[in-house]
């Protein structure tokens, strides 16, 4: 836990492009905020993160030939 304090303190950005952390900060703010809007900003992050992914997905398979399969 401790290096997990320490890796947000030192590298915030690090964080916020951690799929996992991402996850876990929506189950967090789900349990703890009154408000739903922390969470569906959490939500849009990760959105964000699969779309990005998609995106670079098939941009790489676009280009190779699967006429062996």
């Given at each position: 836990?401790?290096?997990?304090?320490?890796?947000?303190?030192?590298?915030?950005?690090?964080?916020?492009?951690?799929?996992?952390?991402?996850?876990?900060?929506?189950?967090?703010?789900?349990?703890?905020?009154?408000?739903?809007?922390?969470?569906?900003?959490?939500?849009?992050?990760?959105?964000?993160?699969?779309v990005?992914?998609?995106v670079?997905?098939?941009?790489?398979?676009?280009?190779?030939?699967?006429e062996r399969?």
């Open positions: 836990m401790q290096l997990a304090d320490r890796i947000s303190q030192t590298a915030p950005w690090a964080v916020l492009i951690n799929p996992a952390a991402q996850a876990a900060n929506a189950f967090y703010d789900l349990t703890y905020y009154d408000s739903l809007t922390p969470f569906f900003s959490t939500v849009g992050v990760l959105v964000a993160m699969a990005v992914f998609f670079a997905a098939a941009l790489l398979m676009r280009g190779h030939n699967y399969l």
